[in-house]
């Protein structure tokens, strides 16, 4: 447990409910505080929650308002834009998610927020930045989900294809959480072995073309998520659950978030996913990936992408 064991959720749509269910169950946390504009909506949930508490766990669940950011572990914001399924790309809802957003931070810095912001709202690699520069904060304290699903989705992906756990795979994907996101597979590793030499070893096909294809069905999971139910909420959710525990238990777990990126990357100043030590105080240390020539071109244009978005999105808000 942490000095506080306090995790505020911000929005109590699909993702913000998922999320404090899966916090419900792993039992990380003493305290769920769930805010929402819709007060009604959020008093649902947390009734639904003590429910579910009666069989699970015994975390106190209640709704709140954003004076409880004060003295939380972690203050996670998942609301936003609901994300239509015929959309392009997650950078069109900027506009009208970063106006939202503004809001948001606006309410929580007023409350002095003393522990870790955690940003879920798309596109979660521009919103992290604003709401750090909305914020005040300190940048290792505010964070966003970044591509740790995608690396997830990736992992598993690799470790159906070779018939091994995803825990044994070790791979990440870089970049955006969207559509100029890079899969870092020239670094890939299953049980400490590059891919090809782990294909070697078991007398197995090692396909480049197939790994592309892996890697640009990680990219598009989400969407075809989105497309065929309307919504994705229970990877996000377990994810940032997952996020959260790694800060309350100050674990130095690494997971690729957003976060600002380091002068000796060379990418310039902007947000973008990439492995990170995250303990109590949200980002201990960014730990540049290795790429090779055309991962890291594509990292590069990634990150113009992103910064770009990042000042029409603060041109717009004025």
């Known amino acids: 447990m942490s000095r506080h064991d306090r995790v505020v959720i911000v929005g109590t749509g699909q993702v913000g409910a998922t999320t404090a269910y899966a ?4 039992g990380i946390v003493s305290e769920l505080v769930l805010i929402d504009r819709d007060r009604r909506r959020a008093e649902g949930h947390v009734q639904d929650l003590r429910d579910a508490a009666l069989f699970h766990r015994t975390t106190r669940v209640v709704a709140g308002d954003f004076g409880n950011c004060r003295d939380a572990d972690v203050v996670v914001i998942t609301a936003g834009v609901h994300q239509d399924p015929t959309m ?3 950078l069109d809802d900027l506009k009208e998610s970063a106006a939202i957003l503004h809001e948001l931070v606006g309410q929580i ?8 912001l955690l940003i879920a709202s798309n596109p979660v690699d521009v919103l992290s930045g604003l709401a750090w520069q909305w914020s005040g904060m300190p940048p290792g304290r505010v964070i966003g989900s970044g591509t740790a699903l995608d690396t997830a989705r990736l992992r598993w992906r690799l470790g159906q294809l070779y018939n091994v756990a995803p825990e044994n795979v070790h791979a990440y994907v870089v970049g955006e959480h969207g559509d100029s996101q890079t899969a870092a597979l020239s670094s890939a590793r299953i049980a400490g072995r590059p891919i090809d030499e782990f294909c070697r070893d078991r007398e197995i096909e090692y396909d480049a073309t197939v790994l592309a294809a892996i890697a ?22 377990s994810v940032l659950a997952r996020i959260v525990a790694a800060i309350v238990r100050d674990e130095r777990a690494i997971f690729t ?3 600002r990126v380091p002068p000796s990357m060379e990418l310039g100043d902007v947000w973008l996913s990439v492995p990170a030590i995250l303990s109590r ?6 730990l ?3 790429l090779n020539d055309g991962e890291r071109q594509r990292l590069r ?18």
């Open 109 to 116: 810095k007023q409350a002095q927020p003393a522990g870790v």
């Open 23 to 26: 916090l419900l169950l792993s």
């Open 257 to 259: 978030v957003s976060t």
């Open 88 to 90: 392009r790309s997650r």
């Open 216 to 237: 640009d069905e990680t990219r598009r999971a989400g969407l075809e998520i989105i497309r065929a139910k309307g919504a994705t909420c229970y990877g996000i959710g």
């Open 281 to 286: 105080d949200g980002v201990v240390r960014v």
């Open 288 to 290: 540049p990936p290795t």
């Open 301 to 318: 244009n990634s990150a113009e992408i992103l910064r770009r978005a990042a000042s029409d999105a603060i041109s717009s808000a004025g």
